[in-house]
Nanobody, 123 residues
């Protein structure tokens, strides 16, 4: 059974940083794509970015480029979302997702999703 679990959310002040973690287990594959998404009430879930496991190439939404960084730890099967210079508009539930193949990291075509972790940025 595949599990995807996010952690690291919380309440922070604007201008500060936060790092989210995502652990996945239950299946191995030669190719992975991991993605981060966020969602606020009444809005569609939007891509924050993603990473292709094989070569570590990363992709970011324009709204977070230069502020957010996605990285991975191969041995631990974990992916991280480092968020810097947080602003109130970054407040959302953040989701991690995994696909056991290469897909467009910003698409919604992932196989498994976590339950989400709340990030609240106070101004």
């Amino acid at each position: 059974q595949v599990q995807v679990v996010e952690s690291g959310g919380g309440l922070v002040q604007a201008g500060t940083s936060l790092r989210l973690s995502c652990a996945f287990s239950g299946r191995t594959a030669s190719r992975y794509t991991m993605g981060w998404f966020r969602q606020t009430p009444g809005k569609e879930r939007e891509s924050v970015g993603g990473i292709k496991w094989s070569d570590g190439s990363t992709y970011y939404a324009d709204s977070v480029k230069g502020r957010f960084t996605i990285s991975r730890d191969n041995r631990k099967n974990m992916v991280y979302l480092q968020m810097n210079s947080l602003a109130s508009e970054d407040t959302a539930v953040y989701y991690c997702a995994v696909a056991f193949r290469h897909i467009d990291p910003t698409s919604h075509g992932y196989d498994y999703w976590g339950q989400g972790t709340q990030v609240t940025v106070s101004s």
